[in-house]
């Protein structure tokens, strides 16, 4: 008899916060686009832990120049909608680095303050994310054929 009202005060869960501190680990996919030729390098981001709301998304910032790029993720919110699309999930983020020359780029990744240096490698035949220590962050692909 409760089970039904209980299911029907969750679903109507609204969140309080528009911003929440990042509290999980971020894994990271490294993927090239190749629709109509472009070669363009995406890193397809999501938390390992799974918050209340599955369209939450991962707020960040992206800065650099020349062969540097430091990305930083700063908190989990609303996305567009701002409305709770009311089931468990992974907040997440598509990231675009563009099309790279082939070359070496130095890249940051943080978590928070949890900071991450590393290098990506990019190629004619291939793409390397290389970091050696990661802390608060996973690269579940490191490396990406072309």
């Not at 993720?73 to 099309?99: D, V």
């Amino acid at each position: 008899m409760w089970i039904p009202f209980i299911a029907l005060l969750f679903s109507c869960e609204k969140v309080q916060d528009s911003e929440l501190l990042i509290d999980s680990v971020v894994e990271i996919e490294l993927l090239e686009a190749v629709a109509a030729g472009t070669g363009e390098i995406t890193l397809r981001c999501k938390t390992l832990k799974e918050y209340i709301c599955y369209n939450y998304v991962i707020g960040y910032d992206k800065a650099g120049e020349g062969n540097a790029l430091k990305i930083n993720f700063q908190h989990i919110a609303l996305g567009a909608t701002q409305q709770c699309a009311t089931a468990i999930g992974p907040a997440t983020a598509e990231i675009a680095l563009g099309k790279l020359e082939d070359g070496l780029y130095f890249l940051e990744l943080n978590n928070g303050k949890l900071v991450n240096k590393g290098i990506l490698e990019v190629s004619a035949t291939e793409f390397i994310l290389n970091f050696p220590q990661q802390t608060g962050i996973d690269i579940l692909t490191p490396v990406v054929l072309r």
